[in-house]
Every structure is written in structure tokens, then in C-alpha cells.
């Protein structure tokens, strides 16, 4: 998306900012925020461009919304907060051109792996869980992976700069790719759920380093159109910042995000049926060991050191780092979920365990929120979701994380177990919703670019998600093939519009010190949601399908009819009338009331989102 520029109105003279010429940021300070910039993981849409801010004297009061942009604004919208910088590179003695692409080609492809394995799991899951016989687990193939690449982000980041960017590269491609190949070969659902745990570290922090090397090679400001067209095989250093345009690179990953998404989805399925589903790992393995080696010779060993450089020794940078907080968080949302998932489904809530994990969870989550409070560098500050617009922004943003992940773990269950669908089909639907989010979020950037408001994509996403899952839950197993279709297009276009538009309306509500802290507050609160949304849909799934199983099912085979339906989707298939009947029933039943739960979600989302009251957006210099 293109970057903005402050410009004065129409004949106006040109506002003077304090300091704004006289003095430039340091290159700490422009690696620092570099470094910190937003990071992207499975299922979640690549990162927006960034923005630098202007000082704080030109900050308008969001909350009142008072500004000197003249009738030229919506009342929902303040004053320009941002302008972009002219800076150096933070890195810039690089390598040469051809290494550049070797390495941004290194980024692009783990991306590309990792986007396909999450949707390749959206859609074959039911197939896999059924092999095992475990369907009623079918919520932790996923979960385990969120929350361990959840957990990874921030301390790798940390990492990364006390010991640079190449040693945690390339240990996190060899676990990623080690953990691909045990899921390949796994022999057991615990072995599987265990491999996908380190599937996410792996993914995660892959993702999150190719993001946080991107803002180290690439410059974070704009350019001005009028300097020379940027030619990639010129004989120019890498860092001529004539030439070298985040948000050019950025669209790279926009695209490589829709085709491994689009591919995943498509394939999962068909791949699972034909080759078998240890296949769809499997094939995965040659191309992250292409991206370990390109990493190991292509990227410079002291990329990324600078700040531990600057700040001390590698131990005290390391020591920085909030682990109390990081593993209170991980340990309070584990056993949340733990607790959800178990609970009613493989056992009964007054299970000790069950409650156990939820006290663990009680205790666990308060005391977190209390080390947030008193942690030097906390990794979730407080008070970023303690005042309007970024609260707004933020937990709105988590419940379209929510609903988003609960409809694609879902749906593809609903078109197997209600419409008898085969995996291939229902893998292949998917890939309707992958490209609507995709192709929305490319043109919520050029309509942010145009019209420089901000609460436009955010709002209009919160109305296309409550139109979504209402679509999804008013469902019926008589219509026509297209209708299914149709139904996943709202959804679609309201995860395309908000993600992106969320992302740059927190950093334009947000000082320049503050960036970095509210990505990553961002991006963390996003990522739970994820996690929160499969755990949350599938807690009433399973607890709903066992209700319905018992009240529906009817016959002397009852109690073998639920045993095998709970244990493998592919089983409804293959039953005889009247019982087949009766368990499309009853998954018909369970899922609808996801849908619904999802509705709720989405008014609740839209009531958030309503009073904020966001920026605008910079003109573009001509």
C-alpha cells in the first residue's frame, strides 16, 4: 500500500513542525523500531506497512475530536498523525542485489510453506482426526500450534537482537522442519497434537524473523514519486533508499499470502484423499530445507546486532526480556483451553482435571495481568487496551480473530458431516473465502491510500463479519451449491477490510516512541483470539453435538452409532438410514449454534467499533 506524506491544504503555507528538519533520528532509533516492527503467522494476513510519527505537538485529540483539517473530514475522523521519515537503512553496508532476492526469495517461501500448511490443516482435519479416531480432538491440531507459535513471537524477538537474526533463522527452519516431518510420521493423536506444538514454534518464529529482516534490509519510509523507477538488477548497493520501497516488498508478500493460502486450501483435501494426508507434510520438507540453506549462505551473520551492540552485552539485552509475563500468559491460556476442550467433552465438568485447569487458568491470568503492571518492558502493556480508540481497535480486532478462525476450523466440518461432501470439495471451498480475504485486503490499502480515512475498512469489516456468520448460521441442507459459496464471501471481505485497517489505525492513534509496543500488543492480542476462537467453537461444537447426538439419534444401535460418529467424521458417510439421517441432524444442529455464538460475537465486535473516533491519513506530496 502506498505510503502518505503530510501536505498543507490548498494555498495554505506549510505547518511548521518543531525539530522536524533541524533534527533527524538516529540510526538506533530507527533500528530499534525497525527490529520491533509487525510480525505475521499462520492465518493471519502479512503486516501493513509502518509509519514514523510525527511529534507530539502536532497530535490531535482523537477523543474530542478537535483538528485543523477544516470540513475536509468526517466527524469521526481527526487531523493527519502521520508522516513518513527520510532516513537511512538500518543496515546499510548489505550484501549485494543478487543476495538481497536470495534472501527476501527465503522470506516469501517460508511464508508460502507455512501459509499452505495452515489452510492444508484447515481442510483435512476431519480426515486426519478420523484416521486416528479421534474427532472429538480434532480443536488441538490447530490450538497446539497457535498457541506454541503465540508463545515464540516475543521472545524470539528478543533473542534476535541480543544475538542476531541468522543463528534464529536457521533453528527455526530445522525445527520447523523436523516437526513437519514428525507430523508426517506420527503414529498416534497425542504424537500428532506434540508435533504440531513444535510446528508452530518453528512456523512462528520463521514468520515473525523474515518479517523483522524485511525491516531490516528494507527502509521504512516512502519515497517520493518523482525519484528514478527502482530497477532490481541495476549495479546499485542494496540500500539505495532511492529505490528500495517497503510497501513494494510488502505487496510481494500480499500475494505470495493469497496463493499459499489459496493452494493450502484447495489441495488439503484432494491431497489427503489421493496421496494420503502424511503426504501433505511430507511434500513440505524440500522446500523448508531450500529455505535453511538459502539462510545459512545468504544472510549476513551480524545482521541484527546492532542493538545488542548499543545496549550492553548480549545477557543484558536477553535479560530485558519479560519471561515471568510470557509464561503466565502461555500457562493461563494452555489451561483454559485445556479445560474447555475437556470439559463435557472427553470429560465430565466436575472432573478434577477440568477443574483443576480452570482454577490454574483463574489464578493464573490475574496474576499475569498483575506482573504487566510492574514488568520494565511488559509484553502486553496495559495501558495501550486501558483508553479509546487503540481499546476499541484492539479487542474488536481480537473478536474478528475469534470468528474468523471458528468459521474456517468449522466449515469444512459442516460441509463433510452435513452435506456429505468429500474432502476434496470441501477443501476446494475454502479457497473462495481465501481469495475474497486476499483480493479485499490489496484494495482496503489503495482505499486507504485514496481516501485517507481510517474507520472505514475497520467499522465496514465489523458489519461484513455480522453478516457473515449470520449467513452461516441461517444455512439449510436444501439449497443450491452456489448458496454455500455465496455464504463465506461476507466474512471473507470483512477479515480482508479489517485486518489491515486496524493495523494502521493503531499506529496513526500512536506516538512514534510507542510503535513498536503497540504492534506487538496488536499482534499478540490478535493471535489469542486465534487460538481462542478454535478452542471457543469447539467447545460448543462437541458439547452441542453430544446433546443433540442423544436427543436425535434413536434405535438400538444408538450407543455404537455415537461412539463411531464421535470418533470419525468419514464414519456419517457410511452409516445406514435412519441413523445417518439423525447424525446429520445433530452435527447440523452443534454447528449452527457456533454460527450463532459467532452472530453474537459479531454484534459485539460492531458496538465496539462504532464510537471510534480515528485520524486521517496525511496527503501524499506532489
Same mark, same amino acid.
Given at each position: ?165 541468522? @543463528?534464529?533463522?536457521? $533453528?527455526?527452519?530445522?525445527?520447523? +522442519?523436523?516437526? /513437519? %516431518? *514428525?507430523? =508426517?510420521? #506420527? ?112 544472510? @549476513?551473520?551480524?545482521? $541484527?546486532?546492532?542493538?545488542?551492540? +548499543?545496549?550492553? /552485552? %548480549? *545477557?543484558? =539485552?536477553? #535479560? ?112 473462495? @473465502? ?189
Amino acid at each position: 500500500m502506498p505510503r502518505t506524506e503530510d501536505a498543507p491544504a490548498s494555498g495554505a503555507a506549510p505547518i511548521p513542525v518543531p525539530g522536524a528538519t533541524k533534527r533527524r533520528p538516529s540510526l538506533a532509533q530507527l533500528d530499534l523500531v525497525s527490529r520491533s516492527l509487525p510480525t505475521a503467522g499462520p492465518l493471519l494476513e502479512p503486516e501493513a506497512p509502518a509509519f514514523t510519527m510525527m511529534p507530539p505537538s502536532r497530535v490531535p485529540d482523537v477523543e474530542s475530536g478537535d483538528s485543523a483539517d477544516g470540513d475536509d473530514r468526517g466527524d469521526d475522523e481527526t487531523s493527519p498523525l502521520l508522516r513518513t521519515a527520510s532516513s537511512p537503512s538500518s543496515y546499510p553496508h548489505g550484501p549485494a542485489t543478487r543476495r538481497f532476492w536470495l534472501i527476501l526469495g527465503q522470506v516469501l517461501l517460508t511464508h508460502f510453506v507455512a501459509c499452505f500448511d495452515s489452510t492444508v490443516m484447515a481442510s483435512s482435519h476431519p480426515v486426519i482426526t478420523s484416521d486416528f479416531g479421534a474427532a472429538h480432538s480434532a480443536s488441538w491440531l490447530s490450538t497446539a500450534f497457535l498457541l506454541t507459535s503465540t508463545a515464540a513471537q516475543p521472545p524470539l524477538g528478543r533473542l534476535s537482537d541480543a544475538l542476531g537474526r541468522k @543463528p534464529l533463522v536457521v $533453528g527455526c527452519l530445522v525445527v520447523f +522442519a523436523g516437526a /513437519t %516431518v *514428525w507430523c =508426517a510420521l #506420527a503414529g498416534s493423536i497425542e504424537s500428532f497434537i506434540l508435533a504440531r506444538a513444535a510446528c508452530g514454534v518453528g512456523a512462528g518464529g520463521s514468520m515473525t524473523l523474515g518479517a523483522i529482516i524485511l525491516s531490516d534490509l528494507l527502509p521504512i519510509e516512502c519515497v517520493p514519486l518523482s525519484l528514478p523507477p527502482f530497477r532490481p538488477f541495476a549495479d546499485r548497493g542494496l540500500f539505495d533508499v532511492r529505490h528500495r520501497q517497503r510497501p513494494t516488498y510488502q505487496s510481494y508478500v500480499n500475494v505470495v499470502y493469497g496463493i499459499g493460502s489459496a493452494l493450502g486450501a484447495a489441495l488439503g483435501g484432494a491431497m489427503a484423499e489421493a496421496l494420503g494426508w502424511r503426504w501433505e507434510f511430507g511434500i513440505q520438507v524440500p522446500v523448508l530445507l531450500l529455505c535453511l540453506v538459502v539462510s545459512q549462505l545468504c544472510i @549476513p551473520s551480524d545482521l $541484527g546486532l546492532q542493538a545488542a551492540s +548499543a545496549s550492553g /552485552t %548480549v *545477557w543484558e =539485552a536477553f #535479560a530485558e526480556f519479560d519471561f515471568m509475563g510470557s509464561v503466565l500468559l502461555t500457562v493461563s491460556v494452555t489451561f483454559f483451553i485445556l479445560g474447555l476442550n475437556l470439559g463435557g467433552n472427553v470429560l465430565p465438568w466436575s472432573h478434577p482435571f477440568v477443574i483443576a485447569s480452570l482454577c490454574i487458568f483463574t489464578l493464573g491470568f490475574p496474576a499475569f495481568l498483575w506482573v504487566e503492571t510492574t514488568a520494565a518492558k511488559p509484553i502486553m502493556p496495559l495501558r495501550i487496551v486501558q483508553a479509546a480508540p487503540r481499546a476499541n481497535l484492539i479487542f474488536s480486532n481480537v473478536l474478528a480473530a475469534v470468528m474468523s478462525n471458528a468459521i474456517i476450523f468449522n466449515i469444512p466440518l459442516y460441509f463433510q458431516a452435513v452435506l456429505l461432501s468429500s474432502a476434496t470439495d470441501s477443501g476446494l471451498r475454502l479457497v473462495v @473465502p481465501t481469495v475474497v480475504a486476499s483480493f479485499t485486503g490489496a484494495m482496503t490499502g489503495f482505499g486507504i491510500s485514496r481516501t485517507r480515512r481510517l474507520k472505514w475498512p475497520v467499522f465496514g469489516g465489523t458489519i461484513f463479519y455480522f453478516i457473515g456468520t449470520t449467513s452461516l448460521a441461517l444455512l439449510r441442507r436444501d439449497l443450491p451449491q452456489a448458496v454455500y459459496l455465496l455464504a463465506l464471501v461476507p466474512f471473507a471481505i470483512g477479515q480482508g477490510a479489517q485486518f489491515p485497517g486496524t493495523f494502521l489505525a493503531v499506529l496513526a492513534t500512536s506516538e512514534q516512541s510507542e510503535q513498536a509496543v503497540v504492534t506487538s500488543t496488536l499482534v499478540l492480542w490478535r493471535s489469542l483470539g486465534m487460538v481462542l476462537g478454535v478452542a471457543a467453537s469447539s467447545l460448543v461444537v462437541q458439547n452441542g453435538l453430544l446433546h443433540y447426538l442423544n436427543l436425535f439419534v434413536e434405535g438400538d444401535q444408538k450407543d455404537d452409532v455415537i461412539r463411531r460418529v464421535r470418533g470419525s467424521v468419514e464414519a456419517v458417510a457410511g452409516l445406514q438410514q435412519p441413523y445417518q439421517e439423525q447424525v446429520v441432524m445433530s452435527y447440523e444442529a452443534a454447528l449452527r449454534l457456533t454460527f450463532i455464538s459467532c452472530a453474537v460475537v459479531g454484534v459485539i465486535s460492531v458496538f465496539i467499533a462504532a464510537p471510534m473516533k480515528l485520524p486521517r491519513l496525511p496527503a501524499r506530496k506532489k
